[in-house]
Each structure stands twice: as C-alpha cells, then as structure tokens.
C-alpha cells in the first residue's frame, strides 16, 4: 500500500545532531500514523516518536526535548530532528506508516553515534 524510503542516517559524535528523513509513495495525509522506530543489535525494536493524520505526536522518554517529529505534506516526507544525539541512540532507524492495525516499513538507516 505505500512504500517508504529513509535517509539521513550516519556518523556523528556525542552531542551532535542529524535529521532523518521519510518520503512515502502516496499522500501521506491518507495514512492514519507515521512514525519512527529503532532498533539495536540485541534489543527489539522500539518506538522513538509518532506522529498521527490529526497531528498528535508521542515520543519515547529517552528522547523527549531531544528528538522532534514532523512533516511536509506536499513532500510526502516525515521527518526526524535528533539533537543531543548520545551513544545510545546509536540503532538502525526505521520509518513506519500506519494503516489501521497495519504497519509498512521502510528499509532502515543506520544511526551511529560516536562517544
């Protein structure tokens, strides 16, 4: 139903900053949620923020006043602004659409943060 392709990912040092970005195959205004997941080698995937069709947004704890979701619809795109990155923040990062109870995935990019 929509495809979805990451970038943005990369090297930074502790305390750095980078921006993800999300460009989704249709309106993104059709899709019920966006949102940004990671994972680390030996951990589940979780989820960093989230943004929904009426414009709530959620974050994990961990990144709150560090990470802001958002989004350009005539862009198609969502997009992730991490500041303060730290070591553990280092995770392949993932871009998800919501539909109902159905999720779609992108392919990833690989966050590394460097202490």
């Known amino acids: 139903q929509v495809q979805l392709v990451e970038s943005g990912g990369g090297l930074v040092q502790a305390g750095g900053s980078l921006r993800l970005s999300c460009v989704a195959s249709r309106n993104i205004f059709s899709i019920d949620a966006m949102g940004w997941y990671r994972q680390a080698p030996g951990k589940q995937r979780e989820l960093v923020a989230r943004?929904?069709?009426?414009?709530?947004?959620n974050y994990a704890d961990s990144v709150k006043d560090r990470f802001t979701i958002s989004r350009d619809i005539a862009k198609r795109t969502v997009f992730l602004q991490m500041n303060s990155l730290k070591p553990e923040d280092s995770a392949v990062y993932y871009c998800?659409?919501?539909?109902?109870?159905?999720?779609?995935w992108g392919q990833g990019t690989q966050v590394t943060v460097s202490s």
């Open positions: 943004l929904t069709r009426g414009g709530v947004t």
């Open positions: 998800s659409a919501e539909f109902g109870a159905e999720a779609h």
